[in-house]
C-alpha cells in the first residue's frame, strides 16, 4: 500500500492534506488511532477540512477506492 499512498500523495498532495501515522509504535500515531476507532492496520480515514470523517477504510484497498475517496473530498 506505500507505494500507492505515496503516488497518490503527489498528485492530490496540493490540495489534500495527507496524514501518516504508525499506529503501533508512535505515541503520536497510537493516540489518535484509539481517538478514530482504528482497530485494524492499515486504516484509511478521510476527513474534511472541519474534521469530519468522510469515509474510512479498513485493509488492502484498490487504486480506484482510494480515488473515489479522495475525489470525494475537493
Known amino acids: 500500500m506505500k507505494p500507492l499512498v505515496e503516488r497518490l500523495e503527489k498528485e492530490y498532495g496540493d490540495t489534500i492534506e495527507f496524514r501518516l501515522y504508525n499506529v503501533e509504535e508512535d505515541d503520536a500515531g497510537i493516540k489518535i488511532a484509539d481517538q478514530l476507532g482504528v482497530q ?17 477504510l479498513v485493509g488492502e484497498q484498490s487504486e480506484e477506492t482510494m480515488r473515489k475517496s479522495l475525489e470525494a473530498l475537493k
Open 40 to 56: 485494524y492496520v492499515p486504516t484509511f480515514v478521510f476527513a474534511s477540512k472541519d474534521g469530519l470523517i468522510s469515509n474510512k
